[in-house]
C-alpha cells in the first residue's frame, strides 16, 4: 500500500491511509461524513459531485482518492461562514435562495460550486459564460432559469458589496391574500445551499448493512435454478435472502398486487429487472460481490417487446390473466354520424418512445429494527402505501412499520413504487440490523418503472369551417412486466387523447399491455404528455388543410365553461384555457416583434440561410386529483405550540415541488401569522396523518385544503374558547398580525396556548379533507374535481443542412387556480418546460429485445442549461371553488404542450412532420434532402 | 467493487514506466481516468490490479514552446489546454476541440494523453491533433522516441501504445515560422475545428472536422483536413489536402477537394448515431464551415 495521503478540506488539514478503489466522493461523505457533496450517477455525467480542488471544480465520482494527496479542497460545507453563532451564507447561496432556484435542492451543492469557481475566476459573467461553466451540472427540476439568476445577481452582489438582489419579475396572484399569493421562500432551502439537507443516503446508523438485490437480467423465462452457496460462504456476508425467505405476501405493487418482491424458483421473470435474491453485507463492496457470486440459471422464453406484439394472438402471455392489463373505452356521441358529418375525416399514427425520470437522486432504503418494530427511512411519493406494502411482505400488522420520508431529490412520478424498501425490511428483520440499499444510476435506469411507449393512432373529422366533430383513437400503451400505475396513465392517456376541446363525438381505445421492458407507471403527465402530442399534432395538419389560423382553430373548440368533456363531465367553473390562448397568442407577437401570421412562417433571421426559424403552437390539459371516483383524501394536524408557534403535519410528500411551503403558507394565512411561525413535518407514518400519494398534481389541493381546514377548525376552536372564558360574542375574537384581538386586548400565541391548555383544550386539529366526489370512467358526470389547462408556444430554429433543431423561445402560460407561491410556481414551470423540451429533443430509453440499452446516465440524456430557451411564464388563474383560495394543480400541465408545441414549430419552419420523439435530426435532413433532390 | 488494489504516483517518466513494468498486474496507467474509470467500473475495461497516476509527472504536465514546436504534456487536463494562450495563438483548432471535450468539471482533469490512448477515431481532440500534425512523444523501458500522430492508432478503441510498459509523455505540435514570399505578402496559417452533434445518446459527436492551413493571398500553400469518424482510426483526407495544395480557394476547388474527401473516407453507421449516409450528406457543409473559418483567419 501506498503511504498516507495529506489534503486539506475547507481549511482543515487530514492525513489519512489510502482505501483501494476510494473516489473523492466516498472519501468525503463516507470517511469525513461530509454528505453535502452528493451522488448522482458515479459516471461523471450529473455534475452533482462537483467539489472544487485546487480551485478547480471536478467530478470528485470520478477522482481518484489518492491524487488528492497535497490539494486543497472546497466542499459545499466550505462556503458558508460562521459569523458568532450565526451560519453567514456565501452571498451565491443566498442568492439561490432568494432566487428560487433551490427545488428538489439534490444537484444545488454541485450547482454552487460550479458557479463559485467560475465566479473566482470571472467576477462578471454573462449568461454565454455561466451556461459554459454549467454544461454538465444537471438540474432535473430544471430551475436553470432561476439558477442563472442566481449566479447574475451573486456575482453582482460581490463585486459591488450591496445585498443580493430578489427577483424582481415574478407578480403576485391576483386574488388579493396577506400571505398565500404573495412569493415567499422555501423553509428548506438554507439547508440545501449550505449542503446540510439530509437525504436518504447522507444517513447512517450504528451497525449498518449494506444491501444487493441479484437482478435476473434476462428479460423473459423461468428460474430453474438459484444458487447463493458461494455468496453465503463470502466472508463479511451477513445474510442471503431468496424468495422462499419472505414471511408475508410475496407479490407488492400499487393498483394491483402482480409484482414479486423476488422470483422464486419455477417462477416467471418478466423483465431485467427482477430480483431473484438479496445479500446484505458489512460493507458495499462485499455486498456486490456476493450478489455476484449468485448463480442463476433460466428457461429462457421468447420476449414480448412492444404492445402491439403482445395484443397478438398466440403470443406467450406474461401474466395468468393474460397480456392485457386493461382495455380503456371512451365512448361520446355517435361516430358514424360524427364522421359522416364531417367535411375532412383524416388520420394519423404517432409514437412516443419510453423514458425515464432521471432524478439526479437515485433510489435508497434504509430499514432500522426498533424493539419489535420496522422503522424505513426512504425517498417515497406514497409513505402510507410503502407502510402496508412492507407489512404485507413482513407478514406484521401495518402498526408495527414506519415509514420515515426524507428529503427527495426529485420524483416526478418514479418514486411512487416500491423499490428497496422491502428488500431492506426483509434483511434487516433476518439480520436485526440496520440495511442500506442504494441503487447506482445503472440499477435505477433499470428497474423503476417509467413513461410508457406509446403508438397512437388519431382518425379526425371536422367541418370546414374548422368545427371538430368527431375524434377517434386508438392507443397501445406499454405498461411493460408489471402493473404498477399503468391502468390509471394509460387510463388519462385515453380520456385527454381528444385534447382540451368541445368535441361532439368521441372514441377512444386503449390497451394497456403487459410486455417484458420495464414497468412503465406514473411520469409527470401521466399519459396525457403523450396524447397531447398526437392530437396537438392533429391539430396543426387540420388547420393547415383546411388552410384556418391554427390559434383560430384552437379557439373554436376550446373547452369552455358549459362544455361537456369526453367523458361526459359538465365544466361549471375554472375553465382558463381561452385566456391561455389569447396570452400566449399575443405575448409571441410582443417577444418576436412579428406579426401574427408570420408568426408561423419560416424565417431566416441571420446571414446563414440554412438556419430556419419558426414557431409552433399547442394547448393542454389535466385534471387534478385521482379522479374516476377514487376517494381522494388527505388529513393534516396543526398544532399550537407552547412557544407561540405551530406545526403542520401531513404525510404528503415533498419532492422538489414545494409542497412544504405552500402547506407553511397556507396555515400562516389562516392563523395570520408570520410563514416563520409554521413547522412543516411531512412524510413520517407516525406523526403525520395519511395525505395519500403525491402524483396528479394533487397536493396542493387536497393536503393544501387539509391544512387550511385544520387551521380553520383550530381557529375556531380557539374562538369558541376565548368566547366563552371572556364570556364575548365570537366576532369579538379576530385573528390579525400575528396576536390575537380578544375583545379590544391583543393576546400572544404563548398567552393563547396557556389558556387553551388550561381551558383543558389541547391546540391540536387533525382535519380530514375529502375533495369533491368524481365518478368512475363509463358512469358520466364528474370524473375529475378539476382540470389545469396549459398553452405553449415555442420558437425554434432548424438546421436545414444537418437537421439539428434548436428551441430558441418557449411561452407558457398555465390555468393554475390561484398562485400560492408564485416564486415555486415560477420554477416549476420553467422546470415543466425544460422536462418536456428533453421529451421532444432528447430523451429516449432504449430496450432492445428486453435488454436495456440505456443503462447508463451517459446514454439517456436529459436537457443541461445550455438547451434552455428564453422561458416566459404567464400565471392564469381561474378560480376553483373547492380548492384552496380557488388553486388548482400545476405540476403536470406545464410540461405537457411542450413536445408538440415544439415538432410543430419544427414543421412550420421546414415542412416535416415529427410523428415519432424524440426528433430524429437524421430523419429531418434526409426528408429535406430527399425534396431537394425531387426538385 | 474495488475498481484498483494498489495506486502509485510516480514523480518522473523513469518511475513511471519502472512502476508500469515491476508493479503488480494487471497495470493502467491513469491520468484523468474520466474514462478508464468509468470503463472499469463499467465493465468495459478488464479488472486492474494496480493503477499508475501520471498527473504527479511534472514533465507530463508542461506546456511550452520547444523550439519550433508547441510541447503538450499528455497529464496537461484539457482546460489547461482549452486556456492557454500559447495553444490559442498557434493551434486555435486544438483550444476550440478543448472546448468542447465532455463539460468543465471532466476537462479539469481529463487530458489530451487519455483522449488520445483511448484510440476513438472521432475524440475530438484527437482530430484536432490529427490536422495540426501533431507527433507524439513515447516512453517505454528502452528510452523515448518520436511517433507521427496517426500511428498511435491501430483501430477504433485500439491503441499502437503497448500500456503495459508503454506512456504517451506528450505532444508537439509544428509551429510554421514565418517566412516571406517574392510579393512581400506574409503566408499565414490558421487552424480550425467543428462538429456536429445530436442531442440524444452518448456525448459523441457524429461528425467532427479540423483544418490547419497556410495561406498566401487566395492561394493554399499547405493544408491538413481531418475528419472524424472517416475511418477506424483518426482520418487524414490525404487526397483532399493534394488536391488544394498551391490552388486557388473557390467554389470549384473547393467542390473539388470535398470530392476526394469523400472519395476517400469510410463513412460507417453507428448504430443510434448516425447513419453512413447522413455523415456524407452533411460534411460537406461541416467542412466548408470549418475550411472557411480557418481561410478567414489565416487572411
Known sequence: MNNQITFTVNGTKHTIDPVAGETLSTLLRERLRLTGTKIGCEE??????????????????????????????????????????????????????????????????????????????????????????????LCRCAGYPSIENAILAAAQALRTGEPVQKPTHIPDSIHDHKTVGHSHLRPEAVQKVTGEAIYTDDLTFDGMLFAKAKRAMIPHGFLTKLDVSKAKALPGVVAVLTADDIPGEHNHGLVIYDWPVMVGIGERIRYVGDAVAIVAAETQDIAEQASALIEAEFDLQPVITNPVQARQEDVPQIHEKGNLLKHIKVRKGDMDAGFAKADIVFEHTFHTPTTDHAFIEPECSIAVPVDSRMEIYVGSQIPYQDKTQVARALGWDESRVRIVGQLMGGGFGGKEDIMGQIHVALLANVTQRPVKLLFDRHESLLVHPKRHATQIRVKMGAMKNGRLVAVDTELYGDTGAYASLGEKVMTRATTHAAGPYDVENVRADCYAMYTNNPPAGAFRGFGVTQSAFAVESMMDMLAEKLNID?????????????????????????????????????????????????????????????????????????????????????????????????????????????????????????????????????????????????????????????????????????????????????????????????????????????????????????????????????????????????????????????????????????????????????????????????????????????????????????????????ITSIVVEHPVEAGPYGAKGVGEVCSIPTTPAITNAIYNAVGVRIDKTPVDQELIANELWKREGNK | MNLWQEYKRPASVTEAIQALTSAPGPVMPIAGGTDLLLDLKQGRHSPVHTLIDLTFVPEMSLLELRGGELFIGAAVPVNRVALDPLVGQHAQALTEAANLIAGPQVRNTATLGGNVAHALPAADGTIALTALNAQAEVASPTGTRRMPFTSLFLGPGKSAIDKTKEIIVGFYIPIKTSKFSKNSEVPRTASCFKRIMRPQGVALPILNCAVWLERESEIVIDIHIAVGPGSSIPFRATEAEAALRGQFLNEETINRTLEFLLGQAQFRTSARRASADYRKHIVGGLFKDVLDTAWARAS
Request: aromatic share 6%; charged share 20%.
Open chain 1, 550 to 870: 391554427r390559434i383560430e382553430l384552437r379557439r373554436m373548440n376550446a373547452l369552455h365553461v358549459g362544455s361537456i368533456t369526453n367523458t361526459g363531465q359538465e365544466l361549471k367553473e375554472s375553465v382558463g384555457l381561452m385566456e391561455c390562448i389569447d396570452r400566449v397568442s399575443s405575448t409571441m407577437c410582443q417577444v418576436s416583434g412579428l406579426s401574427q401570421e408570420d408568426l408561423f412562417k419560416p424565417r431566416v433571421t441571420s446571414d446563414a440561410a440554412h438556419l430556419i426559424q419558426s414557431w409552433g403552437f399547442a394547448a393542454a390539459y389535466k385534471n387534478t386529483g385521482l379522479g374516476g371516483g377514487a376517494p381522494d383524501i388527505s388529513g393534516a394536524d396543526v398544532e399550537l405550540y407552547e412557544d407561540g408557534t405551530f406545526q403542520v403535519r401531513s404525510s404528503a410528500a415533498e419532492l422538489g415541488q414545494g409542497l412544504v411551503t405552500v402547506m407553511r403558507l397556507i396555515v400562516s394565512e389562516e392563523m395570520a401569522v408570520a410563514p416563520e411561525k409554521v413547522r412543516v413535518l411531512v412524510m413520517d407514518t407516525d406523526l403525520t396523518p395519511n395525505g395519500g400519494p403525491t402524483t396528479a398534481s394533487r397536493q396542493t389541493f387536497v393536503t393544501g385544503n387539509a391544512s387550511r381546514y385544520a387551521a380553520k377548525t383550530l381557529r375556531d376552536e380557539i374562538t369558541a374558547t376565548m368566547a366563552e372564558k371572556y364570556d364575548i360574542r365570537p366576532e369579538q375574537i379576530r385573528f390579525a398580525d400575528g396576536v390575537v384581538h380578544v375583545n379590544g386586548h391583543s393576546m400572544t400565541w404563548v398567552e393563547i396556548y396557556k389558556e387553551m391548555k388550561a381551558a383543558g383544550q389541547n391546540p391540536l386539529v387533525r382535519y380530514e379533507y375529502e375533495a369533491p366526489k368524481t365518478k368512475p370512467l363509463g358512469a358520466g358526470g364528474d370524473m375529475h374535481f378539476a382540470f389545469s389547462f396549459g398553452v405553449q408556444a415555442a420558437e425554434v430554429e432548424v438546421n436545414k443542412l444537418t437537421g439539428e433543431v434548436r428551441v430558441l423561445k418557449v411561452i407558457s402560460a398555465n390555468d393554475v387556480g390561484m398562485a400560492v407561491n408564485p416564486l415555486g410556481l415560477q420554477g416549476q414551470i420553467e422546470g415543466g418546460v425544460m422536462m418536456g423540451l428533453g421529451n421532444c429533443l432528447t430523451e429516449e430509453f432504449i430496450v432492445e429485445n428486453g435488454n436495456v440499452v440505456t443503462d447508463h446516465l451517459a446514454r439517456y440524456r436529459v436537457p443541461g442549461i445550455m438547451l434552455t430557451p428564453e
Open chain 1, 44 to 137: 461523471a455525467e450529473c455534475g452533482a459531485c462537483t467539489v472544487l480542488v485546487d480551485g478547480e471544480p471536478m467530478m470528485s465520482c470520478v477522482y481518484p482518492a489518492e491524487r488528492a494527496d497535497g490539494k486543497n479542497i472546497t466542499t459545499i460545507e466550505g462556503l458558508a461562514q460562521r459569523v458568532h453563532e450565526e451560519m453567514k451564507l456565501h452571498p451565491l447561496q443566498e442568492a439561490f435562495v432568494e432566487q428560487g432556484a433551490v427545488q428538489c435542492g439534490f444537484c444545488i451543492p454541485g450547482q454552487i460550486m460550479t458557479a463559485y469557481a467560475l465566479l473566482k475566476r470571472n467576477p462578471n459573467p454573462n449568461s454565454d459564460d455561466i451556461r459554459f461553466a454549467l454544461k454538465d451540472t
